[in-house]
């Protein structure tokens, strides 16, 4: 899946109306957002994309949360599940770890670069939903960026 943002008024449907049909499915929203003021969409669309995807235009979306779990980016992405196991340690994050299995296939073009990309950044956002749903996780990830950020501002004059 992918995901168009942009900022109210700056129209981010533009950059994809080359892949977009001409004749969305269009259902009419109120143009009144919970502030009042107008959005710059006031219908959401659904467009069907040329290469069988859908492109679906909601007004006053900010954001999208990936809502599977490591099972399913593991039933997606299997070829990397699959040379996971084949990593010098059990917990590497095929992310410049040493003896990574997963990141050789990724740099001699047998594994596309972009499939191990999208992987990370579903890793992240894993990751991201898991700390915010466990208050001691998110607590030691506030202790380590404020020792980041006292560490940064300490040595910012040398």
């Known amino acids: 899946m992918r995901t168009v943002r942009g900022a109210a008024g700056a129209r981010p449907q533009l950059r994809t ?3 977009a049909s001409r004749r969305p499915l269009a259902k009419a929203v109120s143009a009144l957002g919970r502030t009042g003021r ?5 219908t959401r669309r659904l467009h069907l994309l040329s290469t069988g995807g859908v492109l679906l235009d909601i007004p006053g979306i900010r954001s999208l949360e990936v809502a599977a779990g490591q099972d399913a980016v593991d039933d997606v992405f299997t070829d990397i599940a699959d040379l996971a196991p084949h990593c010098r340690y059990a917990d ?3 992310d410049g770890d040493n003896g990574c299995a997963v990141e050789e296939p ?3 073009g047998v594994l ?5 990309t999208t ?3 579903l890793q992240g956002e894993i990751a991201h939903r898991r700390r915010r749903e466990n208050p001691a996780e998110m607590a030691d990830m506030r202790r380590q960026w404020k020792a980041v950020s006292k560490h940064a501002r300490r040595n910012k004059h040398r």
Not at 38 to 42: E, K, M, V
Request: charged share 30%; aromatic share 4%.
């Open 17 to 19: 109306q080359r892949e």
């Open 38 to 42: 107008r959005h710059a969409t006031t």
């Open 92 to 94: 590497c994050g095929h």
């Open 106 to 108: 990724a740099r001699t």
């Open 112 to 116: 596309p670069t972009t499939r191990l």
């Open 119 to 121: 992987w990370r950044k």
